[in-house]
């Protein structure tokens, strides 16, 4: 299995599916995120992945939205540092419009994730790559992307694997990680950040960092330090994750 720069490849997350009902260090406007960007770079983080945001907070897909925050963002960090994008079905159920979205944006994100179970995966990717966007292959436990994944001919093609636990026990996620892991082999060549979300994010991720995996931080994946105070931002997760 491929590592992707080490354990101390911390990517940032900085608000995901969350809004404003999650509490005010969630950032949901452009400027929001920017700040929250620079912020988590300057903690140690080294990519960073959001969720674009509708004026009413909910996530989009939508070509002005994209554009605001990734320009935004962009403008407050050092030019190496890359930034991507969600192309969940939640920000538009429709298989067909998400590849219509992607093939509209006038600002390109250098990666977007796509979930291999969801449906119309294949053909969101192959959008990506003729747009030269890097493809983060989303792989949750408990579904059966790795197995579409795995036999799918752009899998060698993809910039990483995302490998994310859905189990949200803090007592089993561990173990559901190493099944995940193990479910995937080598993962057809290609990195692997492995991360978890709520309760397993933190069992998740010092799971990552003992096995010299990239990871992940920040408020998507949970609202909580380890000893169950809430983060005040994405930069105190990342500082968090790499000590």
């Known amino acids: 299995m491929s590592r992707l720069q080490g354990q101390d490849h911390v990517q940032v997350c900085l608000n995901g599916p969350r809004g404003a009902r999650d509490g005010a260090a969630v950032p949901v406007s452009p400027g929001a995120m920017a700040e929250a960007a620079a912020a988590a770079v ?7 992945h ?9 996530d989009t897909l939508s070509p002005r939205a994209v554009a605001a925050a990734l320009t935004a963002i962009r403008a407050a960090l050092p030019a190496r540092v ?3 994008v969600t192309t969940g079905a939640w920000a538009e159920p429709d298989p067909g419009r998400r590849v219509e979205y992607v093939r509209s944006w006038t600002v390109l994100p250098d990666h977007a994730s796509v979930n291999w179970h969801e449906p119309g995966a294949e053909e969101l990717a192959a959008a990506l790559m003729e747009r030269g966007v890097g493809v983060e292959a989303g792989l949750w436990s408990g579904t059966d992307g790795v197995r579409r994944f795995l036999g799918s001919p752009l899998a060698a093609r993809v910039l990483r694997v995302l490998a994310e636990v859905t189990d949200t026990d803090p007592a089993t996620a561990e173990g559901s990680a190493r099944m995940l892991l ?15 979300e709520d309760g397993g994010a933190w069992p998740v991720l010092r799971l990552a960092r003992r096995l010299g995996l990239a990871t992940r931080a920040g408020l998507e994946d949970t609202l909580l330090l380890p000893d169950g105070r809430p983060a005040a931002s994405n930069a105190e997760l990342v500082r968090e994750a790499l000590l």
């Open 50 to 58: 959001v969720h674009p945001k509708s004026p009413c907070g909910q």
């Open 182 to 196: 193990a479910e995937l082999g080598d993962a057809r060549g290609r990195p692997v950040l492995l991360h978890g």
């Open 42 to 48: 300057a903690a140690g983080a080294c990519d960073v």
């Open 82 to 84: 890359p930034v991507g």
